[in-house]
């Protein structure tokens, strides 16, 4: 978008020149449409929208977001909405049904025709992660029958509304699916022949009931840019596209990373979640890892003798359960991740545990040689630590190796277990292993402490 | 894949039944073949790859993994290679290629057909994650003064090797590109339209050496399944389709979970990279972060004779400071996620800061209080922590206020900061916020200490 028709549009608006103002607008792209909407104050922004055709105001109105979707639908009257809502694709009004309070919801669907109500009502019979939210029943079906100038015809006549043609979709008399085939196929073939001829009954098909992550998989593993859906009576239901696996895949991994973050997913914009809702999403996790770390609080109380004899043994506590904390959610993390995505089964548990044990015994030798030299050069050269610094030097030395190794087996292994139990590895990992970690760090360090201090410091 | 399929594929194996084997095979779909293969032992693959018919065995050698395309290459003879190769669509040829070692590059090279070699020379001169390295090649380009007949007979004559024919392509006679235009639209136009007819010189475009994240966000607000890519002088240069970007989406929220967990991006399986290229990975924010954390032992060895004098202060450390290392990397995914996805702009961040003001104050106060009530528990009822216990209260709950609220703070500002001064938040964010939040969560414990304590315990 170009800051000269932001500048014009701008211009035309102060100036009220609206005739003028409305042939600007219709030609621009949806896509440019949004932007310049989104830039503008809430009245401008209904000006512009109202100055739309139709059918430009509804696949304008896609792109929207909620919030000024929900604006425009307040403002708007009955008639324009009415227009915009039968214009819209079924699978983006569902999406906006979803988001709207259910008192306007009603009022909505019942200005819409009687064929988009019904879609509608159906679309949102299914549970939210579904299949079946997704699907637009807008496809062509075909018979077997028919000759390739018979389907060419029969497009031309009723594929006006399909989301897609490129692929068709072949039935028998009761509506079940007996195949697919893609446009390409039909057109690429000599002329006369019949879509009998062309099929082979293998098509891959999505369940209505079926989960959406699911899909998104299928679709990888397949080379399609839409798939059928059956509904429980394995009737053709609609067909869903793959430009909306990638919202799909965008909202899990969002979901992954904000519970890998230690909270709650939010399901809602960062700005626009209300503040209670979202102390409540990230309030849990960190009242049930307090409640964790208490555990440490109980731990030192264990040693508080030891502590009170070696204070210096307390400046290193941080040090030590965070370098703990720290491999344990990287390699829970990465093996969270490497099994969202399919590179890690539950099966590969084994060659997951012998790398770890490898890695974590070299990432805590290298962590441990720092440590034991930070130590080594401040008591050489600033003469910190007293008298017993080498014990000391050792005892954090290998209480690093000792941590190290710890976190990387434990935050490896702890996801696995979860999935194994058949609970969400994301929703708790993390949070679970940085506590585990840190109360078993602290017992690691003080043994070692004991091994190397005893007689001399402790 | 039904077990009875699998069992009676085995079956044949064994038994060297491979005419039959082979009639089997030729009727399975490129997906399920795949799935045939994985769960097979090397000599098995092979037998099994070699009994397909060339399309399929090219259909299915696409959707297998790195290592196992590597194993075939290295292991069929070269005339099958080379027949693969080049019935493999280029995209994919390149990807292999990318994978595969220099040495093994070349020989592959030298065995494509003059065309298929020049394509894929042509599509490995981009860099690795710019649009021009998921191009393919295989569209149909039409001229603006086709009529629509002569536009499905081209297609028809010319469109058998094309990816995608949903979209044509239009250009001059200099091959730049005028408009592209739907095959619908074209099917459903009056017959004996003219293209140009048709056309309205609006059309989104892709550059070669744009970025592929870029990319994903085109296809985002353009509703398309597939985009056309100019090179460097404006000439149409392949198209890019929508179910590539479903895998840069995938690719790059890998990378940023990866960062997020405070390792760098792995850029290979996790069970596949080798070990030291993985501690190469992991160990660098390991260090740098262990690093950061011996500041706390210098923060604590200023605070020496405070724990000296009153050693149960210890016995809170790693809670206070694992409360504020846990709230700041709450804060710090949420934002990179938002700001990933778009959801919060660096002007956003004055909106930001109000939110996280108030939530860490509302957080802090939630942990605060539960804080105080184990302390003082635990002083009634099990009489630890001597006389002064109210003391050791107050200062437990004001500091867990201070760090959640220092912790949320430091964690949502610190990403758009990164973000402004053109660093990439993800990779440096969580790590920093933790170190950070650690070190001066013992400055806020020890001042708060002093507060409550001094002239008792201090």
Same mark, same amino acid.
Not at 35 to 45: A, F, T
Not at 155 to 177: P, Q
Not at 221 to 234: M, Q
Not at 304 to 315: G, P, Q
């Given at each position: 978008?170009?800051?000269?028709?932001?500048? /014009?549009?701008?211009?035309?608006?102060?100036?009220?020149?609206?005739?003028?103002?409305?042939d600007?607008?219709?030609?621009?792209?949806p896509?440019?449409l949004? /932007?310049? !909407?989104?830039?503008?104050? /809430?009245?401008?922004?209904?000006? !512009?929208?109202?100055?739309?055709?139709?059918k430009?105001?509804a696949?304008?109105?896609?792109?929207?977001?909620?919030?000024?979707?929900?604006?425009?639908? =307040?403002?708007?009257? =009955?008639?324009k909405i009415?227009?915009?809502?039968?214009?819209?694709?079924?699978?983006?009004?569902?999406?906006?049904?979803?988001?709207?309070?259910?008192?306007v919801?009603?009022?909505?669907?019942?200005?819409?025709? /009687?064929?988009? &109500?019904?879609?509608?009502?159906?679309?949102?019979?299914?549970?939210e992660?579904?299949?079946? &939210?997704?699907?637009?029943?807008?496809?062509?079906?075909i018979?077997?029958?028919?000759?390739?100038?018979?389907?060419?015809?029969?497009? &031309?006549?009723?594929?006006?509304?399909?989301?897609?043609?490129?692929?068709?979709?072949?039935?028998?008399?009761?509506?079940?699916?007996?195949?697919?085939?893609?446009?390409?196929?039909?057109?690429?073939?000599?002329?006369?022949?019949?879509?009998?001829?062309?099929?082979?009954?293998?098509?891959?098909?999505?369940?209505a009931?079926?989960?959406?992550e699911?899909?998104?998989?299928?679709?990888?593993?397949?080379?399609?840019?839409?798939?059928?859906?059956?509904?429980?009576?394995?009737?053709?239901?609609? $067909?869903?596209?793959?430009?909306?696996?990638?919202?799909?895949?965008?909202?899990?991994?969002?979901?992954?990373?904000?519970?890998?973050?230690?909270?709650?997913?939010?399901?809602?914009p960062?700005?626009?979640?209300p503040?209670?809702?979202?102390?409540?999403?990230?309030a849990?996790?960190l009242? $049930?890892l307090?409640?964790?770390?208490?555990?440490?609080?109980?731990?030192?109380?264990?040693?508080e003798d030891? !502590?009170a004899?070696?204070?210096?043994?307390?400046l290193?506590?941080?040090?030590i359960?965070?370098?703990?904390?720290?491999?344990?959610?990287?390699?829970?993390?990465?093996?969270? &991740?490497?099994?969202?995505? @399919?590179?890690?089964?539950?099966?590969?548990?084994?060659r997951?545990?012998?790398?770890?044990?490898?890695?974590g015994?070299?990432?805590?030798?290298?962590?441990?040689?720092?440590?034991?030299?930070r130590?080594?050069?401040?008591?050489?050269?600033?003469?910190?630590?007293?008298?017993?610094?080498?014990?000391?030097?050792?005892?954090? @030395?290998?209480?690093?190796?000792?941590?190290?190794?710890w976190?990387s087996?434990?935050?490896?292994?702890?996801? $696995?277990?979860?999935?194994?139990?058949?609970?969400?590895p994301?929703?708790?990992?993390?949070?679970?292993?940085?506590?585990?970690?840190d109360?078993?760090?602290?017992?690691i360090?003080?043994?070692?402490?004991?091994?190397?201090?005893?007689?001399?410091?402790?």
């Amino acid at each position: 978008m170009e800051h000269a028709k932001l500048a /014009e549009i701008n211009y035309l608006i102060e100036e009220g020149e609206f005739y003028t103002l409305k042939d600007v607008l219709k030609e621009l792209e949806p896509a440019e449409l949004v /932007e310049i !909407i989104q830039e503008q104050e /809430e009245k401008e922004q209904l000006i !512009i929208f109202r100055l739309l055709p139709t059918k430009l105001a509804a696949r304008t109105f896609e792109y929207l977001d909620f919030e000024t979707q929900e604006y425009f639908i =307040n403002t708007l009257n =009955n008639d324009k909405i009415a227009a915009i809502l039968n214009e819209m694709s079924p699978d983006d009004r569902t999406a906006l049904l979803e988001y709207l309070p259910n008192r306007v919801v009603k009022e909505l669907i019942a200005i819409l025709s /009687e064929t988009e &109500r019904k879609v509608t009502l159906e679309l949102l019979g299914y549970p939210e992660s579904s299949v079946g &939210r997704l699907v637009t029943p807008e496809y062509v079906a075909i018979k077997e029958d028919m000759t390739v100038e018979e389907v060419i015809d029969h497009i &031309r006549a009723f594929g006006r509304d399909s989301e897609t043609i490129s692929v068709l979709y072949v039935v028998d008399e009761k509506g079940i699916l007996t195949d697919d085939i893609r446009l390409r196929e039909v057109i690429l073939a000599p002329k006369g022949t019949v879509v009998r001829d062309l099929i082979d009954h293998k098509f891959v098909a999505l369940h209505a009931m079926q989960d959406q992550e699911e899909a998104v998989e299928i679709f990888r593993k397949n080379d399609r840019n839409a798939l059928p859906v059956l509904d429980e009576e394995g009737l053709l239901f609609g $067909i869903v596209t793959i430009d909306d696996m990638l919202s799909v895949r965008e909202e899990e991994d969002t979901e992954d990373i904000q519970k890998l973050g230690g909270s709650e997913a939010l399901e809602e914009p960062y700005l626009t979640i209300p503040l209670l809702e979202m102390v409540k999403k990230r309030a849990g996790w960190l009242v $049930i890892l307090l409640l964790g770390e208490m555990l440490t609080a109980s731990a030192m109380g264990f040693f508080e003798d030891e !502590i009170a004899k070696a204070v210096v043994l307390t400046l290193f506590i941080p040090l030590i359960i965070s370098s703990g904390g720290n491999t344990g959610s990287q390699a829970t993390t990465l093996i969270i &991740r490497a099994m969202a995505i @399919g590179e890690v089964y539950l099966s590969d548990w084994w060659r997951v545990m012998r790398r770890e044990l490898i890695l974590g015994l070299m990432l805590g030798v290298i962590l441990g040689v720092i440590g034991f030299l930070r130590i080594l050069i401040w008591a050489k050269f600033m003469d910190s630590y007293g008298p017993h610094w080498l014990g000391i030097a050792y005892t954090v @030395g290998f209480s690093l190796v000792g941590v190290v190794l710890w976190g990387s087996l434990a935050g490896s292994m702890l996801p $696995i277990l979860l999935k194994k139990l058949k609970l969400d590895p994301a929703t708790s990992s993390a949070p679970f292993v940085a506590t585990l970690v840190d109360v078993t760090g602290l017992v690691i360090y003080f043994s070692f402490a004991f091994f190397f201090l005893r007689g001399t410091l402790l």
